[in-house]
């Protein structure tokens, strides 16, 4: 049975149903994240935030008819979060779909790899800008006296994140001052031809006026993200400012919390310090921490002595294959490794209070358009397109309940 492209529509619906609902197995904070869908209001999206409590109390002993003092209302305010759109596209040649043997088993295998790629990639983007959006993927470190359009650059340890450089070769990258001003690569953005796990190097091409301007210090971004990509777990862990419209400085339960690893490896009691710098704030529910594989990796080598604690107090510590589970104040404590969070970094945070909203998911089909789903023929060259769109963004609704460690130097890692 020869394929016929004006029923592609049905076929497409056949073929990968409710993909987009399927989560890659990198993506933990989207999985742990539920996206929750919201119609906007103009071009953002907004909602309520209770930021203090009632103080009009009055106390009495001697049973009187007391006077009482005025009333002291709780403040709110309007949280506007700016959603980001992000678009992938692929192509398809008629040469290629041509050779599937007329067949639409055949077919179809040219684009299961397609859809598939295509589907992981757009929960790659996600899940960068949810941890980073509003900051940046990486910082130099050296940058080699050389010339050329193809230059190398290492990476910061403390910025590393070999997670989100495995799955960039062949991407483009922006990068900037280390104030976002200016941008170095002004006329041409430059695009990752390698990278070096084990030297933590980035080989890349770019107009060599520009490359040879990059110092230590600069900061490397996804292609066109800068000032469009919505606020991640960075962002909010590090805000002192305005954000999503409320002012930090003015609200404290607005600003999240700091914690400082001493310039050292991770430890278990490093994790419930900094995690008692938001149980003062009014944390008292389950958290995650999202921590880096290197971070992971020096926790585990305290495996025995944490196997030793679970088996003679079996509500403590859970130890499982891919996290480990530790039971406090606070109630559970999960530590998750991740490949994508940089090394000298962790997050804490209690998931329910993170939000995720926006009008879709990652999808291949747009609800309203005339098309069901992003699968055309393209207009001038001989072939078809598929496209993959998203449209949300992340806002904590208690951000005082969030902590990020920064100043963790891992033993299995080392320094720059």
């Not at 998750?336 to 945070?349: D, R």
Request: a negative charge; glycine letters at 8%; charged letters at 20%.
């Amino acid at each position: 049975m020869a394929v016929d492209f004006s029923n592609q529509t049905g076929w497409f619906k056949v073929r990968y149903g409710e993909i987009q609902r399927a989560v890659p197995n990198f993506a933990e904070v989207q999985k742990r994240v539920p996206f929750e869908e919201r119609a906007k209001q103009g071009k953002t999206y907004n909602f309520p935030v209770r930021l203090t409590r009632s103080h009009g109390v009055t106390f009495n002993v001697d049973g009187t008819a007391f006077g009482l003092n005025a009333a002291v209302s709780p403040e709110s305010d309007e949280a506007t979060a700016a959603g980001t759109e992000l678009v992938i596209q692929e192509t398809i040649s008629y040469g290629a779909m041509s050779r599937a043997e007329g067949t639409v088993e055949a077919f179809g295998d040219i684009f299961d790899e397609t859809i598939l790629s295509m589907r992981e990639a757009s929960a790659f983007y996600l899940e960068l800008c949810m941890l980073y959006g509003g900051t940046s993927l990486a910082e130099v470190n050296t940058t080699p006296d050389q010339a050329g359009t193809q230059q190398t650059a290492t990476i910061k340890a403390a910025s590393y994140a070999p997670g989100i450089w495995t799955q960039m070769e062949n991407a483009y990258i922006d990068i900037y001052d280390d104030d976002f001003d200016p941008r170095r690569n002004v006329a041409n953005t430059c695009q990752i031809d390698a990278f070096d796990p084990d030297t933590k190097t980035l080989t890349f091409t770019g107009t060599e006026s520009e490359l040879d301007t990059i110092v230590t210090g600069d900061l490397i971004l996804p292609r066109g993200a800068y000032a469009k990509w919505f606020d991640g777990l960075d962002k909010i862990c590090t805000n002192t400012g305005a954000l999503f419209s409320i002012d930090a400085s003015v609200y404290n339960l607005w600003k999240a919390n700091t914690y400082g690893a001493a310039s050292a490896a991770m430890s278990l009691a490093k994790i419930n310090s900094a995690l008692s710098k938001a149980v003062v704030r009014g944390l008292m529910e389950d958290v995650v921490c999202f921590l880096s594989v290197f971070t992971w990796s020096d926790l585990m080598n305290n495996l025995m002595t944490l196997r030793r604690f679970a088996e003679s107090t079996k509500r403590e510590v859970e130890i499982g294959s891919q996290s480990i589970k530790l039971y406090g104040l606070t109630g559970a404590i999960e530590l998750v490794p991740h490949p994508m969070v940089k090394a000298g970094e962790a997050f804490i945070l209690p998931t329910k209070r993170l939000k995720r909203i926006g009008s879709t998911d990652s999808t291949f089909r747009l609800k309203g358009s005339k098309n069901d789903n992003f699968f055309f023929e393209l207009a001038a060259n001989a072939g078809v397109g598929v496209r993959n769109y998203w449209d949300q963004a992340v806002v904590p609704t208690q951000p005082a309940k969030f902590v990020k460690i920064a100043a963790i130097v891992n033993d299995s890692l080392g320094g720059d």
